[in-house]
């Protein structure tokens, strides 16, 4: 018997993961370290500045 599953649910479940990602993650890749790895792309934060 297949279950099923609300778009609402998996969206959820998508921002959770985002949100502990960049909780987690945020100091990581910063301005100095994108600018030495991606010189050639502009720099743009991964996550949101909360």
């Known amino acids: ?12 479940g998508r ?3 985002i ?9 990581v890749l910063t301005r100095e370290v994108w600018q030495a790895r991606l010189p050639q792309i502009a720099y743009r934060p991964p996550c949101d500045q909360r």
């Open 19 to 27: 949100t502990r990602i960049c909780d987690v993650t945020r100091t």
């Open 15 to 17: 921002r959770h993961a």
């Open 1 to 12: 018997m297949a279950e099923t599953v609300r778009v609402e649910e998996v969206l959820e």
